[in-house]
């Protein structure tokens, strides 16, 4: 009981003594405070921080040696201090904005897609195959595609033609019923075809 009574007096006696630091010196050290910030908030806090300092500290306080307000200015001082150390040892932060978006976007979906696409030609004959890589995959024209592939530009528009009607036919719900999951992947093989 009598170490509660020692405590509930040591408690009382701290209050006091933040309350008596807080009335002779609080304004001092706010306005000290403001003139180092340059912000009344952040003043605000740098006091706060300076009596929990004091509370934490108070015998520091209690021991004759130099002012009790010197004390608290001092560090207030290496509290604001200290905050800008520490806001000039983190990296600037960039926000972002449509001008400078993200670095570099998922590449996942680029990867299953063409995964798919790589699937879907595999379902079709070597020779509607050669023809849709020659115009989509290399990016000839018709007339190019033809003389690499040594077949007249006709049957090159033909194969191509008949090539994605097989993979929308294909891919439309007709070529594996058993797998919906490998329907509902190929929309791009779907959008390429249309």
Not at 47 to 66: C, D, F, M, P, Y
Not at 115 to 129: F, I, K, N
Request: charged residues 30%; aromatic residues 4%.
């Amino acid at each position: 009981m009598a170490a509660l009574w020692s405590r509930a007096r040591q408690r009382s006696s701290d209050e006091i003594l933040i309350r008596a630091l807080y009335e002779e010196h609080g304004r001092a050290l706010l306005a000290y405070a403001q003139r180092l910030t340059g912000d009344r908030a952040a003043a605000e806090d740098v006091v706060q921080e300076t009596l929990i300092r004091a509370w934490k500290h108070h015998e520091s306080l209690t021991n004759g040696k130099g002012s009790v307000r010197g004390w608290l200015l001092t560090v207030a001082r290496n509290i604001v201090t200290d905050r800008c150390r520490a806001r000039a040892a983190r990296p600037t932060e960039v926000a972002e904005s449509p001008a400078n978006g993200p670095v570099e976007s998922d590449h996942a979906e680029a990867v299953v897609d063409s995964m798919v696409v790589m699937e879907a030609l595999d379902q079709l004959s070597p020779d509607h195959r050669e023809v849709l890589v020659e115009l989509y995959f290399q990016g000839r024209t018709v007339t190019e595609a033809a003389k690499t592939l040594g077949i007249p530009a006709g049957t090159v528009k033909s194969r191509s033609h008949y090539a994605l009607k097989a993979l929308r036919e294909l891919y439309a719900g007709n070529g594996d019923p058993k797998n919906p999951e490998r329907r509902s992947r190929l929309v791009v093989v779907k959008e390429a075809a249309a």
